[in-house]
C-alpha cells in the first residue's frame, strides 16, 4: 500500500503537469485521462470529492475531505450505496498539502458505484459521531469504466525507447485487458 501511495503522490503531480490531458464530463463525474495517469471523479457541496485514480494500471478509490486525519493510519468507514452497504478500510495518505482516505477493498466500491444515483459514507470523528458525505453516482458507471478502460491500455503501451534502444523486432502482442483484470 505504500508503494501505491507514494505512485498516487508522483502520478497526481505528474497529472497536474501534463499537457497531453484529456478532461470529459460525463453528467456528474469528471474524468482527466493523461495515458499513464487517469481520473474519474465527482465533488459535493461540502468540496469533498470522491472518485477512482489509475497511475498505470493500477487503480484506487479514495475520499478527498475536509476531516483531518494522520497519514499512513487506517480507518473504519461505512459505505451505503443502493446495491451495497458495508464496512470499508480507508488509509490516510497526504498528497502535497492535501489529505485523501483510500477506500479498501477496491471491488466492493466498484461494486457500489454501478448502479443507483448516490453513494454515501460516515467516518466516526473522536466525539463520538459520524461524519457524512454523499455523492452523485449519476454519470459515475461509465466515467469509472473509462477510467479502468485507459488503465488497462497503459498496460499495453510500451515505454518510450530512444531510436537506439528500439527493438529491430516486432514483438508479439499480449492480449487486451479489459477493467476486471486491474487490481490494487
Request: hydrophobic share 40%.
Amino acid at each position: 500500500m505504500r508503494l501505491l501511495r507514494a505512485i498516487f503522490a508522483t502520478s497526481c503531480l505528474l497529472m497536474a503537469q501534463g499537457s497531453n490531458a484529456q478532461r470529459i464530463t460525463s453528467q456528474n463525474w469528471i474524468l482527466d485521462l493523461n495515458g499513464q495517469t487517469n481520473e474519474a471523479h465527482t465533488a459535493n457541496d461540502s468540496k469533498s470529492s470522491f472518485g477512482v485514480f489509475c497511475s498505470g494500471e493500477k487503480c484506487l478509490f479514495y475520499l478527498h475531505q475536509a476531516l483531518k486525519c494522520e497519514p499512513g493510519t487506517k480507518y473504519s468507514v461505512l459505505m451505503n450505496s443502493q446495491t451495497i452497504s458495508t464496512a470499508l478500510s480507508m488509509e490516510c495518505t497526504q498528497i502535497g498539502a492535501n489529505l485523501f482516505q483510500i477506500l479498501d477493498p477496491f471491488e466492493a466500491v466498484l461494486r457500489a458505484t454501478q448502479v443507483g444515483e448516490t453513494i454515501g459514507f460516515a467516518v466516526a470523528l473522536q466525539s463520538g459521531a459520524f461524519a457524512v458525505t454523499r455523492f452523485s453516482l449519476i454519470g459515475a458507471k461509465p466515467a469509472i469504466e473509462r477510467t479502468l478502460l485507459e488503465a488497462a491500455k497503459s498496460k499495453l503501451i510500451p515505454p518510450k525507447a530512444s531510436p537506439e534502444n528500439t527493438p529491430k523486432s516486432t514483438p508479439k502482442t499480449t492480449p487486451k485487458s479489459t477493467p476486471k483484470d486491474i487490481s490494487i
